[in-house]
T-cell receptor, first 111, second 114 residues
Framework: DQQVKQNSPSLSVQEGRISILNCDYT??????FLWYKKYPAEGPTFLIS?????DKNEDGRFTVFLNKSAKHLSLHIVPSQPGDSAVYFC??????????FGQGTELSVKP | ETGVTQSPTHLIKTRGQQVTLRCSSQ?????VSWYQQALGQGPQFIFQ???????GRGNFPPRFSGLQFPNYSSELNVNALELDDSALYLC?????????????FGPGTRLTVT
């Protein structure tokens, strides 16, 4: 069963605008949620995380929102830059420290 | 501070063979996790090692095994390779006990089984 889902395989955004990447999960016992960015031929790079007891975390241009009742989180990138073009993975962490990843969303930011 | 490194970068093996992949964790990290990423999918958790002991395992058969050494580096061994084992294998290190388990990934080893 897919406990973490990213339903949009791709997203295209104009430079300077907002990018919103979405993620849904099924297990209410997850402790943390994380976003990773991946360029081709590189490993995923940690971007930002949020504890399950919070509903928002902000770091520069990146903000993650958590809606526990809807079991939904989103990553906002404002303003989007061409260098943000990559595959973005949402991940959930259980008490055992295991990360469960979504399938990824490929973001393309056009100049 | 050195990041997570993995070797080799690419590997081609024949069905039925055995393979060993290696990972050096980031300086100061005591936990190593291994993931398998098939094409077009997110990474899937294989297992995690903490202080040289297996600390959790995903839905992978016993022919996937691992080791962690006193310097916290790690190996992933896969026996009796199957075509479906072709994937990118990612190693991630973290420091257990520091709140969120922010795992730092290596560049991966691309395994092709023919």
């Amino acid at each position: 069963d897919q406990q973490v889902k990213q339903n949009s395989p791709s997203l295209s955004v104009q430079e300077g605008r907002i990018s919103i990447l979405n993620c849904d999960y099924t297990n209410s016992m997850f402790d943390y949620f994380l976003w990773y960015k991946k360029y081709p031929a590189e490993g995923p790079t940690f971007l930002i995380s949020i504890s399950s007891i919070k509903d928002k975390n902000e770091d520069g241009r990146f903000t993650v929102f958590l809606n526990k009742s809807a079991k939904h989180l989103s990553l906002h990138i404002v303003p989007s830059q061409p260098g943000d073009s990559a595959v973005y993975f949402c991940a959930a962490e259980n008490q055992g420290g295991k990360l469960i990843f979504g399938q990824g969303t490929e973001l393309s930011v056009k100049p | 501070e050195t990041g997570v490194t993995q070797s080799p970068t690419h590997l081609i093996k024949t069905r039925g063979q055995q393979v060993t992949l290696r990972c050096s964790s980031q300086s100061g990290h005591n936990t190593v996790s291994w993931y398998q990423q098939a094409l077009g999918q997110g990474p899937q958790f294989i297992f995690q090692y903490y202080r040289e002991e297996e600390n959790g395992r995903g839905n992978f058969p016993p022919r996937f095994s691992g080791l962690q050494f006193p310097n916290y580096s790690s190996e992933l061994n896969v026996n009796a390779l199957e075509l479906d084992d072709s994937a990118l294998y990612l190693c991630a290190s973290s420091m257990r006990g520091q709140g969120s388990n922010e795992q730092y990934f290596g560049p991966g080893t691309r395994l092709t089984v023919t």
